[in-house]
């Protein structure tokens, strides 16, 4: 790579590496994972770095390709483990007063990846149905009917939950 596009590529990076992490927090629920996914994506970006620069839309790009790389990381067999609520033998008072933030991302674990991936891309990123569909490689339909069942099982578990205002 010429220094030129070295140059160009971390300029890029520098500015869009909080957003990446963030969105990529939203999408795995976790903030290790999140590192990860978008370390994965930074070095897929470098290594077609010739092919990025040169596209119309670089953000729907690199943002089409962070959620790739965190559905692909999904599918790794490591990935099935499951975390738990509290460690072995270890007696830890739970905190009650949770935040906005954490309501919100327990909304979002309950959804499935897909649906998760569609609520994320299309209400927080604010991305249209045919750039969401594109991002995901789905049908537009797919992304307006996994938006509304999204939404609908989200309103159910806040209602269940008690916590609709």
């Given at each position: 790579m010429r220094q030129d596009d070295a140059d160009d590529f971390r300029a890029y990076v520098s500015v869009r590496m909080d957003r990446w992490r963030r969105t990529a927090y939203l999408l795995c629920?976790?903030?290790?994972?999140?590192?990860?996914?978008?370390?994965?994506?930074?070095?897929?970006?470098?290594?077609?770095?010739?092919?990025?620069?040169?596209?119309?839309n670089r953000d729907g790009y690199a943002q089409r390709m962070l959620t790739r790389v965190w559905l692909d990381e999904r599918r790794r067999p490591w990935v099935r483990e499951q975390a738990?609520?509290?460690?072995?033998?270890?007696?830890?008072?739970?905190?009650?007063?949770?935040?906005?933030?954490?309501?919100?991302?327990r909304?979002?674990?309950s959804?499935?990846?897909?649906?998760?991936?569609?609520?994320?891309?299309?209400?927080?990123?604010d991305y249209s149905v045919?750039?969401?569909?594109?991002?995901?490689?789905?049908?537009?339909?797919?992304v307006k009917s996994q938006s509304a069942r999204a939404l609908e099982a989200?309103?159910?578990?806040?209602?269940?939950?008690?916590?609709?205002?």
């Open positions: 629920q976790d903030w290790h994972a999140a590192d990860d996914i978008v370390s994965i994506m930074v070095g897929k970006l470098y290594q077609h770095w010739g092919r990025a620069s040169a596209v119309d738990q609520e509290r460690l072995p033998d270890q007696h830890w008072e739970q905190y009650d007063g949770l935040t906005e933030r954490d309501r919100l991302g909304l979002l674990a959804l499935g990846k897909r649906q998760r991936a569609v609520v994320v891309l299309r209400f927080y990123l045919e750039e969401t569909a594109e991002v995901l490689g789905i049908s537009a339909g797919t989200v309103r159910s578990l806040a209602e269940a939950m008690g916590e609709t205002r």
